[in-house]
């Protein structure tokens, strides 16, 4: 799955908190004969516990108080570009990209969303799912469009909600899906490309 020059390919993952599925892909692509390898870590809270996860694995990461203006974006394109980033993996990134951005970058961008998309888009999902009384919630990974979560669907994993599911009990289970779900994602994407 390496470039056609042999080179790894590069993933900058975005992260605005915890940083749990930027920790399962850190896992994932560490060993050294990895050909993908997580070269940049970009946050837009300075306090996200998932930068935590980057000093520690020594990943470069950069925290940008992401404005959709042209200067921002400009100096995030730049970062992206200096490090030569083949994909952008979005994982509970808090913002919204910009089409501009979108277009620059001119590589796929992924994204995370916990449910069964194009069901429960935006936030609070769990809390909405339960309130519904669903009997399948889930996690799907999708490539990012301007539009919040809707551009195509790369992979999607199906969960049941038992009957005693609350919100937090529906998040534990779907996180744990999440962190097998999206290297998969990556890998289908990358070997479709
Ligand atoms: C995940 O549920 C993801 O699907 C959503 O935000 C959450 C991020 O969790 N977009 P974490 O920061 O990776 O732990």
Do not use: W
Request: proline residues 3%; contains cysteine.
């Amino acid at each position: 799955m390496a470039k056609s020059n042999g080179k790894k390919i590069n993933i900058a993952v975005f992260i605005s908190g915890r940083g749990s599925n930027l920790r399962s892909l850190i896992k994932k692509y560490k060993a050294k004969y990895s050909p993908i390898t997580i070269k940049l870590v970009i946050s837009s809270n300075p306090n996200a516990k998932g930068l935590m996860y980057a000093r520690q694995s020594k990943i470069k990461s950069y925290v940008t108080n992401f404005k959709k203006n042209n200067t921002t974006e400009k100096k995030l394109l730049k970062k992206l570009s200096d490090s030569n980033i083949d994909l952008i993996c979005l994982a509970g990134f808090m913002k919204i990209l910009s089409k501009n951005f979108i277009k620059q970058f001119n590589n796929p961008i992924l994204n995370i969303h916990p449910s069964l998309l194009p069901k429960y888009k935006g936030l609070n999902t769990h809390k909405r799912v339960i309130k519904k009384k669903e009997k399948y919630s889930g996690a799907t990974v999708h490539l990012v469009s301007e539009k919040l979560d809707s551009g195509r669907i790369v992979l999607q994993k199906k969960i049941k909600i038992s009957k005693y599911e609350n919100e937090k009990t529906l998040e534990k289970k779907i996180l744990k899906v999440e962190h097998v779900l999206y290297p998969k994602a990556i890998k289908k994407l990358l070997i479709n490309l």
